[in-house]
């Protein structure tokens, strides 16, 4: 058997930016063990597997390591292939998940994710936190992700985690994030559990930091960029019960998986 993958920077214009993520559109469903052997075997942050079912794209996602609810990147860079290498009209597609409908539009040379919001509740900071991040916080909040508030885009820039204690917190991952200087707002996110200790740019963890900073600056349209080594700005909208995450892509690979 062989079936054909594509590699796609996501929530970047140029290459080796963003957050890279394999892509396979498949005609029938693989078995859980083989598609998590797959990711693993490409150790990306993300490989994403798509399968046309009664109109809609039914869409897993897989870290090297497990199997996640909910990944941003990687949905972008799907549409991105079916797009652009597969040819698939209209300006919008849709795509079935674990958390339920998702799609991703077309809007001028962006692609715009369109994910749940949601919102974080505030949470007492511990020890534990602070000393796993190393840093001080000024707010925790908790939704599927823990979200810690920090004073300064610099004290995000400079964190650096213990990643092994961040990994025993009961918690899918850590978001960081602060006002931006030139940015609405930046974060970072890591997810040692996840075998991912930092995500480079994570459009599930702004489920959360959108309608965070949205209620807190008073706007619902936002600038916003993940500030990690490879770094990605993201354009961001909070609409009711709903998230609009836009960002470009660029595919920067092609190949064939031999089984």
């Known amino acids: 058997m062989q079936l054909d993958f594509h590699q796609v920077d996501a929530f970047s214009q140029s290459a080796f930016a963003g957050n890279p993520a394999m892509v396979y559109r498949l005609d029938a469903w693989l078995s859980d063990e083989l598609m998590q052997q797959i990711a693993a075997e490409h150790n990306l942050a993300e490989t994403v597997f798509v399968v046309r079912e009664e109109g809609a794209?039914?869409?897993?996602?897989?870290?090297?390591?497990?199997?996640?609810?909910?990944?941003?990147?990687?949905?972008?860079?799907?549409?991105?292939?079916?797009?652009?290498?597969?040819?698939?009209?209209?300006?919008?597609?849709?795509?079935?998940?674990?958390?339920?409908?998702l799609s991703v539009s077309r809007e001028g040379g962006m692609l715009v994710l369109d994910f749940p919001a949601l919102r974080a509740q505030p949470l007492a900071v511990s020890v534990e936190l602070e000393q796993a991040l190393g840093v001080s916080v000024v707010a925790v909040l908790a939704a599927d992700k823990l979200l810690a508030v920090l004073d300064s885009e610099h004290s995000?820039?400079?964190?650096?985690?213990?990643?092994?204690?961040?990994?025993?917190?009961?918690?899918?991952?850590?978001?960081?994030?602060?006002?931006?200087?030139?940015?609405?707002?930046?974060?970072?996110?890591?997810?040692?559990?996840?075998?991912?200790?930092?995500?480079?740019?994570?459009?599930?963890?702004?489920?959360?930091?959108?309608?965070?900073?949205?209620?807190r600056l008073d706007k619902t349209e936002l600038s916003a960029y993940q500030c990690s080594t490879r770094g990605g700005e993201l354009h961001c909208r909070l609409e009711g019960a709903r998230v609009k995450i836009g960002g470009y892509a660029r595919l920067v690979a092609s190949g064939r998986l031999w089984l």
């Open 156 to 215: 995000v820039r400079a964190c650096q985690p213990d990643f092994a204690a961040l990994a025993r917190l009961p918690w899918q991952g850590v978001i960081i994030t602060a006002a931006g200087e030139q940015h609405d707002f930046v974060s970072r996110f890591f997810a040692p559990a996840a075998g991912i200790n930092e995500d480079p740019v994570t459009g599930s963890a702004h489920c959360s930091l959108i309608p965070y900073w949205a209620q």
């Open 57 to 101: 794209w039914r869409i897993r996602w897989f870290t090297p390591v497990t199997e996640v609810p909910l990944c941003g990147h990687a949905t972008l860079a799907a549409a991105h292939v079916l797009f652009e290498v597969y040819d698939e009209p209209g300006a919008r597609l849709e795509f079935i998940g674990q958390t339920g409908l």
